[in-house]
Structures are given as structure tokens and as C-alpha cells.
């Protein structure tokens, strides 16, 4: 299945949760076997590099689902990361049952293997309906952004913004005025705003 999906690097998924809803949002990101417990973390970094501040937490590895229950009890709003490579049919089945207390402020991140993935749609479908088209698969070939693609970027936001200027685009967001097109939340996390992606 994971060949059908598209494909992004820990950089371009942690572009994509900063601009996601949050408030229970599921991702999922497929990955071999070997890499799931890196690309946890490098999410993470990603993540808060973005945003700014520590609000990305990861669960790695996270053994068991009722393991990840129990966590979940005392876990802060922000982004999860969760090392779900170990999930096996029982893990996902549980959450299934007890996808009410998967619900939490914030974005939940499925870092998993295909195989899990595979068991994940399954024997899970009521979970798998709250993952929606946000199922990605690992590009092992797209490296950390560089400032210098950052910047590019942020030229190019410029260009399709123009008159408005970074300043501008903050202040319209801090006042609410700003547009909903997916590109100025993208320019809001480029210039480290992502606080202000609504």
C-alpha cells in the first residue's frame, strides 16, 4: 500500500502537522523497520525547530497500545510523536475499541512499518476512517531543510503575497485578518510564527 501514498522527508511531514487543525488530528508516516525510532526523533526536532518551543514530545518507542492509553493520561496539547513500529493486530484493535481516549488537543503522529500499517486498516477501521488522507510514506532521500531551501521558500511566498511583506503577514495573523490559503500558514511556519496558524 505504501507505494500508492505520497511520499515526504521528517522536514516536509513536520511542515505538514504545523499547518494541520489542532485539535485531534491523526498522522500516519510508514517507515522501515530500521528507521522508525530516528525519524521519531527527527520529527520531533523538526517539529520544534518550526514552532519554536517544546511542545513536541515523542512516546519512542511505545511497546503497546495500553501502554500509550496510560501515557496519553498526562500528556501535555502540542504534538505527539508516537513510535508505533511494534503495534501488532491486539494494539490496533485496542485503540480501535478505545479511540475516545485517543482524543487529545494537538496532533498525533503514527511513526509504523507497512506491515503494521497493513493490520492498522484491517482490524481498525473506525481508527483508520480518523486518519483520513493523512498517511504518508518515508522519503529516505529527503534530507533535513536546509536554511538556504527555507529561504527559497519564503522568496517564493513572498513573490505569490506580494505587496505583503513577513511583518504584514504577521500582524494580519495576529489580528485574524489574515487569509486561510495553505500558503500563508506555510510562510507563518517558515518565519517561525506557527503559534499563529489558525
Not at 80 to 89: I, N, P, Q, R, S
Request: hydrophobic share 50%.
Amino acid at each position: 500500500m505504501s507505494q500508492t501514498l505520497p511520499l515526504v522527508g521528517a522536514a516536509e511531514l513536520a511542515l505538514r502537522v504545523q499547518l494541520l487543525p489542532a485539535v485531534s488530528t491523526y498522522v500516519v508516516l510508514l517507515a522501515p523497520t530500521d528507521a522508525v525510532a530516528a525519524l521519531v526523533e527527527e520529527i520531533v526536532a523538526e517539529v520544534q525547530t518550526l514552532d519554536g518551543d517544546d511542545a513536541t514530545r515523542a512516546l519512542a518507542p511505545c511497546a503497546h497500545a495500553a501502554r500509550l492509553l496510560h501515557q496519553l493520561k498526562t500528556n501535555a496539547p502540542g504534538v505527539l510523536v508516537v513510535d508505533a513500529g511494534t503495534f501488532v493486530e491486539t494494539d490496533w484493535r485496542l485503540l480501535d475499541r478505545r479511540r475516545s481516549d485517543l482524543a487529545r488537543e494537538g496532533v498525533t503522529v503514527f511513526v509504523t512499518i507497512p506491515e503494521s500499517f497493513d493490520t492498522l486498516m484491517r482490524v481498525a477501521p473506525n481508527l483508520a476512517s480518523w486518519m483520513g488522507g493523512q498517511v504518508f510514506a518515508w522519503d529516505p532521500s529527503a534530507g533535513v531543510t536546509s536554511d538556504a531551501q527555507k529561504e527559497q521558500r519564503l522568496a517564493s511566498l513572498r513573490t505569490w503575497g506580494a505587496p505583503l511583506t513577513d511583518a504584514k503577514v504577521i500582524a494580519a495573523a495576529e489580528e485574524g485578518t489574515l487569509g486561510r490559503d495553505p500558503e500563508f500558514g506555510e510562510w507563518l511556519v517558515l518565519l517561525g510564527r506557527g503559534d499563529l496558524v489558525r
